[in-house]
């Protein structure tokens, strides 16, 4: 558990690099805790309950939270009026309405800054309907966007928060080798998402926001929609599986790749090239070496099995209250390793029409190699 002692540090660095931006304050925004809850969660320690919601008269923001920070005076936590954690929340100052518009409003106005420069992390969060009533309401209000700022601090991990990712990846685990255990023939997609599911759930997940099943063909998508159908398995079918969920607002996404039964020489191939380019691309999460080094490295492994010209674009990224968090692991990276950053490194393979193969690992950066979170073993054929 993060401690309340915790985020307090964390909101005085969050005010320092406002005060040093120029800005009179933040505002911290997230959304749903099984979707963007990072920028305010990590201030706050506060998980919006409901789901974002369309606005009406009298409703608006339900489904989110806002954070006011002044760079001096206390914090405002508005929030809607379903229950929290008042246990948890780290903010003396909670403030609920069905109308967040008018309570931020409100706040803003009460701690002098309708009229200031504030910084807006979640600024791909914020409604645009919320935005454009803050500003009607409050029309000399200047929000610019503060998410690198804030990303600053969130890329590097401290030992709480990588304790919690270290169970989540656990929790992963438990998930994929119970989705595993379903895997065979006759067995149906939505079969094995279910097995999986449910083993993380009673290993301690939060949530499973979805345990991806793309089996035969259809290995060769990274993503669809729904995440597992009623296709059933085959011998011979490739399988990709992906789980993504949390534990105590912490993310895991993990994805494994196998066979229905004893792969082909082209499958073991391809599984082959994609389980070396992962371990490859872990062996180089050092500090100092660019993302962008990353992916080379994978692409080179991927060209020597002739695979390259099928490798995915993105190759991993970071996580922590979010699945996908700065920094991206892409070919124009300009980001370099740094000790705790939390990584999750994913090399893939996609071949339209015949299948693909994805591993996933979640690893810290230290100060020496690499600690793998992930215990799972990658290597299933």
Known sequence: MITREEFQRRQEAARRLAADAGFAGLIAVGRSFYDRPGPLAYLTNHFPPFPATAFSPGMRGLGHGVLVLPVAGDPVLCIDLRPYR????????????????????????????????????????????????????????????ADALLNRLRRIKSEAEIGLLRRAARIAGAGLEGALRAVRPGVTEAEVCAAGTA????????????????????????????????????????????IIGAYQGYQFDVNRSTVVGEPDDRQRRLLEAVYLASRRMVERCWPGTPAAELVRVARRCLDEFGFGAYAAGMMGHGIGLETVEDPYIVADSDAVLEPGMVLAVEPGVFIPGWGGANIEE??????????????IPARLW
Do not use: C, M
Not at 101 to 119: D, F, N, S
Not at 362 to 375: A, K, Q
């Open 86 to 145: 008042k246990d948890l929340v780290a903010v003396d100052d909670v403030r609920q309405s069905n109308d967040l518009v008018e309570l931020v409003a409100g706040a803003l106005r009460e701690k002098g800054l309708a009229t200031a420069r504030l910084g807006l992390a979640g600024w791909d969060i914020l409604p645009l309907a919320f935005y454009r009533d803050l500003t009607t309401l409050l029309p000399d209000l200047v929000l610019e966007p």
């Open 199 to 242: 083993a993380a759930l009673r290993a301690g997940a939060d949530f499973v926001r979805y345990l991806r099943v793309h089996s035969g063909p259809w290995s060769a998508a990274g993503s669809r929609w729904p995440q597992a159908t009623d296709r059933r398995l085959e011998p011979g079918d490739l399988v990709a599986l992906d």
């Open 362 to 375: 979640i690893l810290v950066v230290r100060d020496g190699p690499p600690e793998v979170l992930t215990l």
